[in-house]
């Protein structure tokens, strides 16, 4: 079992930036995908970020829409990712989740490809 907490959410202004950060526990996933997910209010659960192993590297891939202004990374010693959000809008206001996978080599898009969630932490960005 993997137990994930996140933690960083807040209220901030439009144009800050504002740091998410996800500590893993239990079995180690070290070699495993690790994303990060929102969910405006009223909307689905969507895609924002992964991190994962490809058989070239590391590989991360991002959704249109933070592409350019957010960063994912990941401190394998601490077992932790990371969420780096800058040039926050309005429309990033959302509920954030880390997720991770236990099927290694994949960079999964959608939801049921992951099988840990964590809480989720708030972010809100006032225009």
């Known amino acids: 079992q993997v137990q994930l907490v996140e933690s960083g959410g807040g209220l901030v202004q439009a144009g800050a930036s504002l740091r998410l950060s996800c500590a893993a526990s239990?079995?180690?996933?070290?070699?495993?995908?690790m994303g990060w997910f929102r969910q405006a209010p009223g909307k689905e659960r969507v895609f924002v970020a992964v991190m994962g192993r490809r058989w070239s590297g590391t590989t991360t891939y991002y959704a249109d829409s933070v592409k350019g202004r957010f960063t994912i990374s990941r401190d394998n010693a601490k077992n932790t990712v990371y969420l780096q959000m800058n040039s926050l809008k309005a429309e990033d206001t959302a509920v954030y989740y880390c997720a991770a996978d236990k099927t290694p080599g994949r960079l999964g898009v959608q939801n049921w490809e992951y099988d840990y969630w964590g809480q989720g932490t708030l972010v809100t960005v006032s225009s």
């Open positions: 239990g079995r180690t996933l070290s070699a495993n995908a």
